[in-house]
């Protein structure tokens, strides 16, 4: 994915540091990321009744 800069304080870092360490992930960053994810697939499927795949689109540079 792309990256965005986010500014956390200590009490978000720590949630994303259980997050985690639930998910067996390697850093917070990937636990964000997770996050993020996990959010749109349920978005997804309340608004479509379905369950969608979520592919990193890569863009073409010209």
Known sequence: MPDHEIHIN???????????????????EQAA????????????KNMTGR???LYQVERKLK
């Open 10 to 28: 200590d009490e978000e870092l720590a949630a994303l540091e259980v997050v985690r360490q639930r998910q067996g992930l390697a850093s917070v």
């Open 33 to 44: 990321e997770w996050l993020v994810k996990s959010r749109l697939r349920k978005q997804s």
């Open 51 to 53: 369950g969608r795949a």
